[in-house]
């Protein structure tokens, strides 16, 4: 297993710009191999800008972005135009804009039970690829202060979910439902990419990449590429802390 590759930026939007530049290499180069690009997208507010700038005409123009599958590691429980739903703020900052047709984007149908919404993505993601395995070319991932990472959250039961799927978790703190990728389905992907800026960060980044193994109090621990690499993409506060 390869060990993590940091890119430590000076700013916010120097990672968010290397991290731009990392996605449409990675994609043309896959698209010239496979013919395709699968994209699992986080959400929350980091990679937001991300997306905005992937949007821009200095980086739309250099990706046939029809060949291109965009899937969610993870949704809000909410209603599709509710504004904490991540398919909203990706349909806004580059969906809408790049007019991605409606046949690339995979979004969690979040009108079904928590459980039903989380076995229709499941097969939708399994249909996508047939009966090859399922292994995402790229998933983007957050951090939260709590080393949470997709909808992995610190004692919740998904944490030691052995299945390549996507599964409910009911957060009990917040009173509600997310729908996240497992842990054995985001790891299988080829290249696995964590955005995570900002000095609050700090603690949760060194605690992952550094601490002592403790899955329950920093899920995103599990994330460690089967075969592929990851990489995180980090500016210099929220790499302030690590244990060098
Ligand atoms: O749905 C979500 O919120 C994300 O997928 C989640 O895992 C996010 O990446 C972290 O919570 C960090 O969120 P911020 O970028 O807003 O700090």
Redesign the pocket.
């Known amino acids: 297993m390869s060990q993590p590759i940091l890119h430590v930026s000076k700013t916010a939007d120097l990672a968010v710009l290397e991290l731009a530049e990392f996605f449409i290499r990675t994609a043309k180069e896959t698209i010239a191999k496979t013919g395709r690009f699968s994209v699992a997208l ?6 937001k800008k991300l997306y905005e700038l992937l949007a821009s005409p200095e980086f739309s123009s250099q990706l046939d972005w029809d060949k291109v599958d965009f899937f ?5 429980y909410v209603p599709s135009d509710d504004p904490d739903s ?1 398919a909203l703020m990706v349909k806004k900052a580059l969906f809408d804009p790049l007019h991605i047709p409606a046949k690339n984007i995979f979004t969690v149908d979040t009108s079904l039970p928590p459980d039903e919404a989380a076995l229709k993505y499941t097969q939708a993601i399994q249909h996508r690829y047939q009966a090859e395995q399922v292994r995402f070319d790229l998933v983007l ?5 709590n080393s ?5 959250f610190p004692h919740t039961p998904v944490l030691h979910d052995t299945s390549v799927s996507v599964k409910a978790v009911f957060l009990e703190e917040q009173n509600v439902y ?1 729908i ?1 990728m497992t842990a054995p389905l985001i790891n299988l992907a080829h290249h696995l990419a964590f ?2 800026y ?1 000095k ?2 700090a603690e949760a980044v060194d605690a992952v990449l550094n601490g002592a193994e403790d899955i329950e109090n920093h899920p995103a621990q599990l994330i460690r590429a089967a075969e592929g690499e990851v990489h995180w993409f980090l500016d210099e506060p929220a790499a302030s802390v690590l244990s060098v």
């Open positions: 986080s959400g929350g507010s980091s990679p969610f590691g993870d949704e809000r991540n991932l957050g951090l939260g202060d949470h990472t997709a909808s992995l997310r996240t955005l995570v900002g609050g960060k």
